[in-house]
Nanobody, 127 residues
Framework: QVQLVESGGGLVQAGDSLRLSCASSGSTLRTYPMGWFRQAPGQEREFVAALSWSGTSTYYADSVKGRFTIFRDNAKNTVYLQMNSLKLEDTAVYYC????????????????????WGQGTQVSVSS
C-alpha cells in the first residue's frame, strides 16, 4: 500500500524558493511514475510536473517550466519538487501522486492516470 505524505510548504515572498517533499510510508516509490499537482482557491486541480519511474525523464507545465524541478532520491524513498523564483500565482495546495508501476517509462500528466495521492501541503506566496 502506498501512502504519500507531503511536507515543506509554507509562506514565502515572491522570488523565494521552496522544496516540497513527498515520502511514502509504505511501498517503495522506486518503480512508480510520480507527479505533482496543485489546486488554487476556487480553481480546479492542475498538473505541475511528472517524473518517470527511471528518473531519467521529466515533464512540466508551461507555467512552471524553468523554475520548478522534480526529482527523486530512491535511498530516502522520497520525491521532491524544487520551486525557485516563486510567483504570487504559485499559491496553492500542492499534491503529490503516484501511478502504479508500468513497463513503459511514462510521464502521466492527467490526474486520472494516478492511483495514489497525498493529503496536500499549502504553499502561499506573498508580494
Amino acid at each position: 500500500q502506498v501512502q504519500l505524505v507531503e511536507s515543506g510548504g509554507g509562506l514565502v515572498q515572491a522570488g523565494d524558493s521552496l522544496r516540497l517533499s513527498c515520502a511514502s510510508s509504505g511501498s517503495t516509490l522506486r518503480t512508480y511514475p510520480m507527479g505533482w499537482f496543485r489546486q488554487a482557491p476556487g480553481q480546479e486541480r492542475e498538473f505541475v510536473a511528472a517524473l518517470s519511474w527511471s528518473g531519467t525523464s521529466t515533464y512540466y507545465a508551461d507555467s512552471v517550466k524553468g523554475r520548478f524541478t522534480i526529482f527523486r532520491d530512491n535511498a530516502k524513498n522520497t520525491v521532491y519538487l524544487q520551486m525557485n523564483s516563486l510567483k504570487l500565482e504559485d499559491t496553492a495546495v500542492y499534491y503529490c501522486a503516484a501511478r502504479r508501476p508500468s513497463i513503459r517509462d511514462i510521464l502521466p500528466s492527467d490526474q486520472d492516470e494516478y492511483d495514489y495521492w497525498g493529503q496536500g501541503t499549502q504553499v502561499s506566496v506573498s508580494s
